[in-house]
């Protein structure tokens, strides 16, 4: 998802969503430099991985559809998405069905990263080397850019590959072992089912209403 010099980093994520009706992060790009990263679970039409690095005041995006491995030896496909807003690494809650990205969304992992040569001269070579530093995830990362689909396709494919060091292992699957938020301890089903799950909606916002309490035979004595 290359662009023009001096085009906005966020009109991608601007055009797909209308800030009159819906309270979602703003398309604020931030001004002071940053390196956080986060993986949020996203169970939509498909659940993936939604791989985000800080960057150029905004969070660079990767749709990973099986996930981050440990395996050197596995090749899991990352799909560039648009840019997102550094406020949406912090989102973990539900998006309405039928709304844009419908489902629950999971704050998987976060952390810092930080870029193994020039990160600029990476994204646009399609060969970005990074370190992590997350709670989950640590160690030496590659993400390369695959060759165009030869049937003209839009999408952008990248590779997201684990390097050999300290932290590898061969067969170990992550996502496999964790499955739940490293900031609210909260499952999809939890995150989905619970009345505290933030709502974001391309209409409104809302929070979810708590079931009323049934009341305890005790208590009903009392109302008599």
């Known amino acids: 998802m290359a662009r023009a010099p001096g085009e906005d980093p966020l009109a991608t994520y601007k055009a797909k969503r209308d800030f009159a009706k819906t309270p979602e992060p703003g398309a604020k790009r931030a001004r002071k430099k940053g390196d956080s990263f986060v993986i949020q679970k996203h169970a939509a039409r498909r659940t993936h991985f939604d791989f985000r690095l800080e960057h150029d005041g905004v969070l660079k995006s990767w749709a990973v559809t099986r996930g981050p491995s440990l395996d050197p030896a596995q090749k899991r496909l990352a799909v560039r998405t648009e840019d997102h807003p550094l406020e949406y690494g912090g989102f973990e809650g539900v998006i309405p069905k ?9 704050i998987w992992d976060e952390g810092t990263w ?3 040569g020039d990160p600029d001269e990476g994204l646009a070579k399609g060969d ?3 370190r992590l530093h997350g709670k989950r995830l640590n160690g030496d990362y590659v993400l390369v850019r695959m060759k165009k689909d030869r049937t003209g396709g839009k999408r952008e494919n990248w590779l997201l590959i684990k390097k050999r060091d300290d932290h590898a292992g061969d067969g170990e699957e ?3 072992v964790h499955d739940t938020s490293v900031v609210s301890g909260r499952t999809m089903d939890e995150i989905e089912t ?3 799950s933030a709502v974001w909606s391309s209409n409104k916002a809302q929070k979810k209403t708590p079931a009323p309490k049934k009341r305890t035979a005790k208590a009903s004595a009392r109302v008599k």
């Open 114 to 116: 930080e870029p193994i």
């Open 174 to 176: 992550p996502t496999e």
């Open 98 to 106: 039928g709304e844009y990205g419908g489902g629950p969304v999971m």
């Open 128 to 130: 970005l080397k990074f």
């Open 194 to 196: 619970g009345a505290d």
